[in-house]
């Protein structure tokens, strides 16, 4: 896939195939992570597991609604690899700073 065909589908996602707060919602949960582990002086970090539940939950839903061939998006197959991709990474930035801050407890 060349990058233009890449910039072109991703354009795509964000204007016609993703609602605009569940995009948005995927930059809210990086500042959640951000205030939640640099800003809160706490153990458990239940506002970032919260709020990486609630994009995941809905990513099911899409999947489920994807298998069932009823998302209406141009390029349906980009979109649930995009939202398959960001959740990957999502939650791979989750455990990371996860793991971040239990090694500098030690």
Known sequence: MTAKLLAGNICDFYRHGCC?????SFF???????LDF????TRCHTA????????????????RLY???KIKAANAG???VFLSFKI????????SLYLLKSMSCV
Request: charged content about 5%; overall charge neutral.
């Open 20 to 24: 605009w707060p569940y995009a948005v």
């Open 28 to 34: 809210l949960v990086l500042i959640i992570y951000w």
């Open 38 to 41: 640099f800003f809160v002086n």
């Open 48 to 63: 970032s597991l919260l709020a990486y539940g609630i994009i995941f939950a809905y990513y099911l839903q899409n999947v």
């Open 67 to 69: 298998v069932r061939d």
């Open 78 to 80: 980009f979109f649930i």
């Open 88 to 95: 990957t990474v999502w939650g791979l930035i989750l455990v």
